[in-house]
């Protein structure tokens, strides 16, 4: 049986949240808070195996409840918020950063249209998370913000140089990705492409938070434009993003594919049959298996191909098939991959 503290400031959302979770028999609330200061009590006297987190809560909010519990109880969190005001949702990352794992959109009302995915989203999370062995975490300074240097080169699609980076991620990638970019120096300005499966409305502060830690332009990637070098391109809400010759992006609202949108598995096989082995694909943590398959096409179209692995996957799913196909060339943790990306493109 997993433990679960449930926290937020409303007592609906509490007693909502309780029902879903206890719902699942490998699951039980031992416990509510309906601030931090409470939940950091909770997680002293209950030693839950999970905690759900709200972030906008008073006295203690979520975000400072989370880091304390990370230095003095860790204890895997799961943030689980309603709120898409530009202030929460950056808040909800910068609690990614000091040690929640995964961040979900609270399951809407019983006859709401996805009412019955969100809570297996949910139930499937906490079950995942509970498994990771979380670390204690030291306070520590914010990382400064990065001016961004521009570049408005196309890439050249001429010849067998590695033309463009595609990275895949759901469960965890958050992090992830931004400790990739946060590793990667001036030297490399390939383009680089992102899915990242997360909650609708999360996805602009994503892309924000990504930029205060990368030495290039990060932004949500629009319908026809033109990749261009030293970018990070992020597929928007709703929309699978793909590539088109002449090296401009598409976006598609046709194709839900592996019931998502956007797809890893689109992007892969999109920067496959245009790019073949001038590209590089890579696979993050998530559940799954979005992406497993298109990457072993990408490297035989002659790509390189990465997979993160198991040690630091919050996840294993999306990785690990990947793995299990033989879609990668490489299986390395985000900074080695990095360090393979500088090596294979850097320095053009």
């Given at each position: ?10 007592p ?16 039980k609330?031992?416990?509510t808070?309906?601030?931090g ?23 203690v ?29 950056k808040?909800?990352?910068?609690a990614?950063?000091?040690?929640a ?13 996805g ?5 297996k ?14 670390v204690?975490r ?28 595609a ?5 965890g ?9 946060s ?22 502060g ?18 026809g ?6 970018h ?5 809400d ?12 598409t ?21 496959a049959?245009v790019y ?18 298109e ?7 002659g790509?390189?191909t990465?997979a ?12 690990g ?26 320095g053009?």
């Open positions: 049986m997993i433990k679960v503290l449930v926290v937020d400031d409303s609906t959302a509490r007693e909502y949240l309780t029902f879903i979770i206890n719902s699942d028999p490998g699951l609330v031992i416990g808070a309906g601030d200061e409470k939940a950091l009590e909770l997680a002293r006297l209950e030693k839950p195996d999970v905690i759900t987190m709200d972030i906008n809560m008073p006295k909010n979520g975000l400072e409840a989370t880091r304390r519990i990370m230095e003095e109880i860790p204890t895997p969190i799961v943030i689980v918020t309603a709120s898409w005001d530009v202030k929460d949702v808040t909800t990352f910068l990614m950063e000091a040690g794992l995964a961040a979900l959109e609270r399951p809407a009302g019983m006859n709401s249209p009412y019955k995915k969100n809570v989203e949910m139930i499937q999370t906490i079950k995942l998370v509970s498994e990771v062995k979380v204690k030291w306070p520590k300074k914010p990382i400064k913000k990065i001016s961004p240097v521009k570049w408005e080169t196309k890439p050249d699609l001429s010849g067998d140089e590695i033309q463009l980076i990275i895949g991620a759901s469960t990638g958050p992090m992830a990705i931004r400790t990739i970019l590793n990667l120096s001036s030297q490399l300005t390939i383009p680089i492409l992102i899915v990242q499966h997360i909650a609708p409305g999360f996805i602009q994503f892309a924000d938070w990504l930029a205060g830690s990368s030495k290039f332009p990060v932004h949500i990637a629009s319908n434009e033109t990749i261009l070098i030293g990070n391109y992020i597929a928007p709703g929309f699978n993003m793909g590539v088109a010759k002449g090296g401009r992006i976006l598609s609202q046709d194709e839900a594919v592996n019931n998502l949108r956007p797809s890893v598995s689109y992007l892969f096989r999109s920067v049959e073949g082995k001038q590209a590089i694909g890579v696979l993050l943590t998530g559940m799954g298996k979005d992406g497993a398959r990457l072993k096409m990408m490297k035989e179209k790509a390189v990465i993160q692995d198991k040690e630091s996957s919050i996840v294993f799913g999306m990785p098939e990947a793995v299990n196909l033989e879609a990668a060339v490489f299986v390395l943790s985000p900074e080695e991959i990095a360090k393979k990306l500088e090596r294979l493109a850097g053009r």
